[in-house]
């Protein structure tokens, strides 16, 4: 695996808001000019807004604008700072009103579906010019690669936060429990099944945790390699198909399912537990086995022995299923990105790139890292003593901090990571644990025309399954309809548009034509 030189919560993060990061320096970090040693002038004056998806978290308890960690980041950034966050899912209503900030952040890339065509609009300015007058520090770092997935017509119109190692999703067990139950951490689905059978028997209410449209409850899918997700195409037999057309596949993973609903194993509520009440559930000691991004580690860790004492938390290799796969889908070049508005005047439009351009630097890391010195840590001897989260509270509001990160490398916070007790755990399962799992496949930046007229046979999101199909998938489970049926829901995705996504995609494949490949090139 090729190491990451920085940080990274994601953007999503299990844990239910967007979560930031930094890095450790470099040399190119170290020459850079930081706002506070520039020639002081005029605050450069500007409104941002920062996606989410949830409506809880730290954001939500203060007065954000005259936050601490935004009044420090205006102070050393000599800006005037107009600060909001948007849920992703009401970005529609955002483009739709007359008050659009002067830069707008989303997930993903630059023509996702909750950007809703604005770029393709041009309601953002293409950013080439002023990147490489203002902005040589990301022009050296962020790789092509995610330059394209936030480029329309050839054109750079975000600056994104980026990847370099896709796979981030783990596998966690509670390992007390484990030891309680007599066994050893699962390897294949089998005896995935089996510790969810014993974890019952020993009393966890919920020893898979699931959750609505199986968001972060994919492990039996990603063991099967049929994730019916965005950027999980792949080629068969000359054309590009989704992977949920492995009839064979699709058809274990939902019996496997299925078993583990008809026997109790996971919520039988479980396709209406929203995002908050999944976490909840962990956090509160009632799931044995889950998933979420490595990074959460922290937060599990802090919380979950919080709720019961002595609780172990770790992460093991996701369960293979009869091919040897196993794991969760790789990531998209860049989990989001910021762009700037039309309207924003030419000098304010330099400043702002030279922001961004600011997050590359040795004082932006430090920051966003460890906030305040003096508050949050102190310096002994040369080395950075961090007061870490002790509650769920303390956790939101340094994710909240990252969150402020706008652009940078994102796989993991290498700078934290030296002071994180936790640190040296979390490397090593990037580094051997993640770095051989995960599932490839082929995706589209822009995205496909066709998933915009047949929204409900597309994709909504890089993990999110098309409507047809995650419905047919949730009565399987409950029982409403036969898994033997699963070719005719093939058969019924192509009929309401599945087939002009599948010759649209195979035909931009063979163009060459804005193709994403997530993990192994096929």
């Not at 304010?348 to 030279?354: F, L, P, Q, R, Y």
Request: glycine residues 8%; neutral net charge.
């Amino acid at each position: 695996m090729k190491k990451a030189t920085c940080v990274a919560l994601v953007a999503v993060l299990s844990v239910g808001t967007l979560a930031g990061c930094s890095t450790g320096k470099t040399d190119q970090q170290q020459a850079t000019p930081t706002a506070t040693t520039a020639a002081k002038k005029a605050a450069t004056k500007f409104s941002i807004s920062y996606p989410t998806t949830t409506n809880t978290g730290y954001h939500t308890r203060v007065d954000i604008n005259n936050d601490k960690w935004v009044k420090k980041l205006e102070e050393l950034t000599n800006t005037d700072l107009t600060l909001r966050v948007t849920e992703v899912n009401k970005m529609g209503i955002l483009f739709a009103s007359s008050d659009i900030p002067d830069v707008v952040g989303s997930l993903g890339t630059a023509t996702d579906k909750a950007m809703s065509g604005s770029v393709e609009a041009g309601m953002f300015l293409p950013l080439d010019d002023l990147l490489k007058q203002n902005a040589p520090n990301l022009m050296k770092t962020v790789p092509k690669e995610a330059w394209d997935a936030v480029s329309y017509n050839g054109k750079i119109y975000g600056i994104p936060n980026w990847l370099e190692n896709p796979s981030r999703r783990a596998t966690f067990i509670r390992t007390d429990l484990l030891e309680k139950a007599g066994l050893q951490p699962p390897k294949t689905i089998d005896e995935f099944l089996n510790v969810l059978r014993k974890f019952k028997a020993i009393g966890v209410k919920y020893p898979y945790g699931a959750r609505e449209n199986l968001k972060y409850a994919d492990t039996v899918l990603g063991a099967f390699d049929v994730l019916p997700y965005k950027e999980q195409f792949e080629v068969v037999n000359g054309q590009v198909v989704p992977k949920f057309f492995d009839v064979e596949n699709m058809t274990k993973a939902l019996n496997v399912i299925k078993t583990m609903f008809d026997e109790g194993l996971m919520a039988k509520e479980f396709a209406t537990t929203t995002s908050t009440d999944w976490l909840k559930n962990i956090r509160s000691g009632d799931v044995g086995i889950w998933s979420s991004n490595l990074v959460s580690l922290n937060d599990f860790r802090t919380n979950i022995p919080n709720a019961v004492k002595d609780a172990k938390i770790d992460v093991i290799t996701s369960p293979k299923g009869p091919d040897g796969k196993g794991g969760y889908l790789m990531y998209q070049p860049v989990i989001g990105a910021h762009y700037i508005n039309k309207n924003v005047k030419p000098d304010t439009a330099a400043d702002i790139v030279k922001y961004f351009d600011w997050m590359t630097s040795e004082e932006a890391f430090k920051f966003f890292t460890f906030g305040i010195e003096g508050d949050t840590y102190t310096v002994v001897d040369g080395k950075v003593k961090y007061k870490e989260p002790t509650n769920k509270e303390e956790q939101e509001e340094q994710d909240h901090r990252g969150t402020l990160h706008s652009s940078h490398e994102s796989t993991v916070n290498r700078l934290k990571m030296q002071t994180d007790p936790n640190g040296p755990y979390i490397l090593n399962a990037f580094d051997n644990i993640l770095a051989k799992e995960g599932l490839s496949g082929i995706g589209f930046s822009p995205n496909l025309e066709a998933d915009a007229k047949y929204p409900d046979a597309a994709s909504p999101g890089s993990d999110a399954a098309p409507k047809i199909i995650m419905d047919h998938m949730i009565k399987m489970i409950y029982g409403k309809e036969l898994i033997s049926d699963w070719p005719k829901v093939i058969e019924e995705y192509k009929t309401k548009g599945g087939n002009e996504i599948i010759k649209e995609a195979t035909d931009r494949y063979n163009n060459k034509k804005g193709v994403l490949f997530l993990g192994k090139k096929q």
